[in-house]
């Protein structure tokens, strides 16, 4: 069974440049986790889909981040515009919510950097 | 938000123990997790302790839970050079999000 996936696995963009990442959770996983860790510090939890509906957003930084799951398969995480500080790695997991005790699987990330 | 503490920096000579500690504020939590991320990898579940136990032992690694003071730790007995990596601990609440602390760097030292 394949694990999360993600992609790109790394992209370096402009100050003010649109990214959009990619992530594809294990088949049948219906809970789906963005997190980003910026360098050096926590992994910090950005929001939480359940299918296709956002069970929890409060991690999300501002407006210029947009995540969408549509059809609640894959999901994506667009950052527009980007800014500097929006350089780090970002995680996404999956998980279902028949199973104990309630691991995240996580993908290898997307490092973000933005100059 | 809930604050989840780690030491940034840990080396061990190889053939030693390695003892990586965690501490955390909210003690609703229902499970608390170790993660371990390889360089170029994703986070892996090493293990994970249900919040009403005391200790948990598997194979090299062994989990201590102090509720009283909101303290976890991770023991790698007999430490090896593919130890070397990033130790994340997590607590969760079900079906929720995580909070990780910043994550320990270990260096094993041949």
């Known amino acids: 069974e394949a694990g999360v996936t993600q992609f790109p696995s790394h992209s370096v963009i402009e100050k003010g440049q649109t990214v959009t990442l990619r992530c594809d959770p294990i088949?049948?996983?219906?809970?789906l986790y963005w997190y980003r860790r910026v360098m050096g510090k926590e992994i910090k939890f950005l929001l939480h889909?359940?299918?296709?509906?956002?069970?929890?957003e409060s991690g999300m930084p501002n407006n210029r981040f947009l995540a969408e799951r549509t059809g609640g398969t894959y999901s994506t995480l667009k950052v527009q515009p980007a800014e500097l500080e929006d350089s780090g790695v970002y995680f996404c997991a999956s998980t279902s919510s028949n199973q104990g005790p309630y691991e995240q699987y996580f993908g290898p990330g997307t490092r973000l950097t933005v100059t | 938000g809930e604050d989840v503490e780690q030491s940034l920096f840990l080396s061990v000579r190889e053939g030693d123990s390695s003892v990586i500690n965690c501490t955390y504020t909210d003690s609703s939590s229902t499970y608390l997790y170790w993660y371990k991320q390889e360089p170029g990898a994703g986070l892996q579940l090493l293990t994970y302790i249900f919040s009403n136990m005391d200790m948990k032992q598997d194979q090299r690694l062994t989990v201590l839970l102090n509720k009283k003071d909101k303290h976890l730790s991770l023991r790698i007995a007999d430490t090896q050079t593919g130890d070397s990596a990033i130790y994340f601990c997590a607590e969760g609440y079900t079906g929720n999000q995580f909070y990780f602390g910043t994550g320990t760097s270990l260096t094993v030292i041949p």
């Open positions: 889909f359940v299918k296709e509906s956002k069970q929890d």
């Open positions: 088949s049948g996983h219906d809970n």
